[in-house]
């Protein structure tokens, strides 16, 4: 997946715009796709709120109708509606929020047969509630903070470039795992970002649940949000675990069903970028 954007002049991003979105269909083969022009697809500037909304459509309609109000301002959340309460929940809170979530996978573990108290099972919800919301901490990091003020002005006008960033993301169709890399490339306009601060980018937009057209999206207008480049590319090869045509490929919808058998994986890019380790215990 590829996403492409120049820009003579930094303009002055209108941050109460809505965007229109895209129709979106299964990865396709091959799966890695260039994005040219982005006034063309009316994106908004900014990389948190660049979300475009979905009306509630009846069951025949076929094409989005106007798109809704923006559902956070402060760009944390998109497409979520309430990631912003994670961020300034107070302990008790998340406390109660792992609980809920605990219930839930033991639902789950119910509904497939199993005995959520056996023993290989009895600590399975709380561990999977804590771990699930560490992947998907993204939605509870600003663009502000994750850049932290590492933004410099340089006399630099040749393409910047990191490579490769490994990140791991949730697949919003059938919540499970994709994985990849990345690699970012902008042609600074008097200001340069610190290399570790695009794969930090990277990781804030992975930990959400996602695709891969929408992620790669986001990482190149956070760069261009934060430093007004003369363009920015961005390129994500990603492995996607839904459309595998092997074990997971049984339980498939039968859109993915159709694609499955033509995906495989990318090939990954020469030169190797810091490797930030996405490892916890639960």
Not at 125 to 130: I, S
Not at 151 to 167: S, W
């Amino acid at each position: 997946m590829s996403y492409h954007h120049e820009a003579s002049e930094p303009d002055h991003l209108d941050y109460d715009s809505i965007a229109e979105e895209e129709n979106c269909s299964p990865l396709k083969s091959p799966t890695r796709s260039i994005i040219t022009d982005t006034n063309a697809h009316n994106y908004r500037g900014r990389s948190g709120i660049s979300t475009p909304a979905r009306i509630a459509l009846g069951a025949s309609a076929s094409r989005l109708a106007a798109p809704s109000p923006v559902v956070d301002p402060n760009g944390l959340g998109w497409p979520a509606k309430s990631t912003l309460s994670r961020l300034h929940e107070s302990p008790a809170e998340k406390a109660e929020r792992v609980a809920k979530l605990a219930g839930a996978v033991r639902t789950l573990l119910e509904c497939i047969g199993e005995d959520p108290d056996r023993e290989g099972l009895q600590r399975t919800p709380d561990r999977y509630a804590k771990a699930l919301l560490w992947m998907t901490k993204g939605y509870e990091e600003r663009l502000s903070d994750v850049i932290n003020n590492a933004v410099f002005a340089e006399d630099h006008d040749e393409l910047v470039i990191v490579r490769d960033i490994d990140v791991f993301s949730l697949c919003e169709h059938h919540l499970v795992p994709f994985t990849g890399k990345i690699s970012i490339g902008y042609i600074p306009n008097s200001l340069v970002l610190g290399l570790s601060k695009l794969a930090r980018i990277a990781e804030t937009f992975s930990r959400r649940l996602q695709v891969q057209e929408r992620l790669t999206r986001q990482v190149a207008l956070a760069v261009e949000e934060a430093i007004k480049p003369r363009g920015v590319a961005v390129v994500m090869e990603a492995t996607v675990d839904c459309a595998s045509p092997k074990a997971i490929y049984a339980w498939l919808c039968e859109e993915c069903k159709n694609q499955a058998q033509q995906l495989s994986r990318r090939p990954c890019l020469a030169a190797s970028a810091p490797k930030r380790r996405l490892e916890k215990s639960f």
